[in-house]
């Protein structure tokens, strides 16, 4: 072998080997002193902020957003609110029907502070609604001050997120879906078990998903202006990587969530920005108990006309408690959810101890993968579900993959830092489990493309890019991570976990 080559080599493999034992150094130097503040809610929450965070899977977009945001876009608008049911509406203002300019709340502390509380769970507990009904009623009240600010709301988003180190939203929306039901309940041919595999070719739909591709992209567009991304000076947002899931809400009737069903794969086929669809909205109203199952055949039923987006489908099920809804309604939601719609994620999965098949699906979750995307606080103030009685545990020995997510981090007033906190001090996570939770939301989002590890569990590179690190890629793993976006992602992440640990060296 030449000399200068074996020079390179000496010089590659010490590179290596000072990569390598930095990397372990610096995970075990962080270990110990996670272990040591983990008990210290001041030091655990400056050191889970920067902690790199994978992805976020179960974020509602509209319900993301502070009562502070509503108030302010609305204000700018000129929009006004009802004084009594805090419901905001397009002008003109009157008086007579208790409505007045959102802006006039910026003179009157006592009304801004109830709007605030309106919008949101703050101080519900002084209340007399339960916090389930304070929830859900939020969003009716707020809907209107968002009108025509969907890119304040990503700006928003992607802002907190990339402050809390976190690297790839999966944000659920329902752009289009008003246009889908409306349009369905007048149409007779989505009724009476039609033949879905006609109503995919639906013109209709297909002009509604086109507008709503126009729009994403104006949208999109505006988000990075706002954030000055292109600049030499971007604002923290421009970096998170933001994909959508199309949400159907699922309060409708069985025409109507077919049409929305249809539009919302239509929308996965056609745009790589879309990444999976979502049922949302009350799992407990009356007409998804009514038609839950339907539901879920629906979903079998369109994804069967597209056989290569079958594994993209993430439902909410088991949102649900003993004594909300009656036992028989908790045995077999999220069943379905997996069987017959075969959802590849959960979202919440509360009641899974009071399904009939519990055993069997917790066996399949952990065999084949299907996450389960926990949100704590959400689960707690919404379900009155927490702590012993929540069934983290359950799924965490089953070895089902797990996410921490938000759920509706604005109208909760939290974020995912807080839901890590929270993990950390109910159920004694440990350094590692911490990490894997940040990776899973790489490792399970529906991003395109081909994972970096060929060995998730055991962390192990794939062979493209095995013999590659962070001072050195080879021709070969820089194309493999061009090509592959959740790659790519994963790359980033493992990138900054290697990063993030070197403080602590
Ligand atoms: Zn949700």
Known sequence: MPIKTTKLVTLLLAVSLIFITDGFAGERQTRQYFQKIKNNPSRLRLFLKTFPKGGELHNHIDGAIFSENHIKWAAEDNKCINTESFIVKFAPCDIKNKT???????????LYNKTIDAFSVRNYQWGKRSGHDQFFATFEKFAIADFGHFSDMLAAVTFRSEKQNLHYLELMQSMGMPQAWIYAGKQPQFKNNPDTHTLINDKKLKQIMQQTLK???????????K??????QPAPGCQVTVRYLAQVIRTFPNDQILAQTILAFMLVQNDPRYVGINFVAPEDAPITL????KQMQIIRDVAKNFPQLQHRISLHAGELVQGLVTNEALAFHIDEAVNIAGAKRIGHGVDIAFEDHAEQILKKMAQQKIAIEINLTSND??????GKKHPYQLYFQAGVPIVLSTDDEGVLRIDLTHEYQRAVETYHLSYNTLKTFSRNALQYSFLDGKSLFSQYEKNKFNRVCAKSNFKKMSEACKKFLQKNDKARLQWQLEKAFLEFESHYL
């Open 215 to 225: 729009s994403l992209d104006k949208e999109e567009a505006l988000w990075k202006q």
């Open 227 to 232: 954030l000055h991304c292109s600049s030499e």
């Open 381 to 386: 103030i919404i379900l009155g579900i927490k």
């Open 100 to 110: 007045v300019p959102v802006s006039s709340l910026f003179n009157n502390d006592s």
């Open 290 to 293: 009514k038609n839950y199952t």
